[in-house]
């Protein structure tokens, strides 16, 4: 297929997704979570919360068939692609070819040095459709950067966004959220069935956006102790908070009942019963 006809197709096509894959010989693999998006309505809804500038560099983890890439390239300054499977390489060539500002860069997003590569000429943002195996350890690397994201659109699991959104007390409030929340807002953009997938996974799908909190940049305490004392907190669901931490980090229980007390809060409290904020005061207390 030549790039000037492999551009005019609609890459969201179930038709057109099929025929590329047959054509280079190509299966979704299982392994690497390859769930294509198929349906044009949630691809707009992705780029419209974007809302790419050409000031920017687009990170995009898991480009899949370029249907999205294509999408966020004509208003970026910059797109870089990153996708782990090689077999994709020549149709992503293809796929893209005309467009210069796009990167094809084929290695694990897990394994990336993103301050590396996104330097700090450019203002950033994260885009991604992301295996669902990878969410956590994906987006924790992220989020632990030294980057000033301006935002992170990801299409995660649906119980994945639960957690991202969850509040002290639920049952689904937790580290992954806790992390999350001490810097950024979260805000679900749209819910995804399967059936706008191929192949169709056997979850629902959700739509986040992370938008920066004007706090951050400004923690009182370094991100690696917060993370640390986070860490330690949910360590051991089932215990009080301070036997959690007391077991998990290199303090006593008398400073961490004396932090608590501090705060207000009782020494029988849980990890889940904590607000973000309560949290970076804690730990701000412990250092």
Known sequence: MAGKEAIKLKLTAPTVVKSLLAQYELRPSKGLGQ????NEHYLEQIVAAAAVTPAEVVVEIGPGLGALTRALAPAAGRVIAIEKDERLQPLLQTVLADLPQVEL???????????????????????????????????????EQEIAWR?????????????MLATPGSKEYGLLGV???????VMTVARVPASAFYPAPKVASTVVKLCPLASRGALPVSRAWLWQVLRAAFAQRRKTLLNALSANLPLTKGQIKGALLDLGLKADIRGEDL??????QLAALLV
């Open 35 to 38: 769930n294509f998006l198929i």
């Open 105 to 143: 860069l084929l290695q694990d997003a897990l394994q990336v040095d993103y301050q590396q590569l996104v330097g700090e000429a450019r203002p950033a943002k994260v885009v991604a459709n992301l295996p669902y195996y990878i969410t956590t350890p994906l987006v924790t690397r992220l989020l």
């Open 151 to 163: 935002s992170l659109v990801l299409l995660v699991q649906s119980e994945v966004a639960e957690r």
């Open 179 to 185: 992390m999350i929340q001490c810097e950024y807002e």
């Open 275 to 280: 607000t973000p904020e309560q949290f970076i």
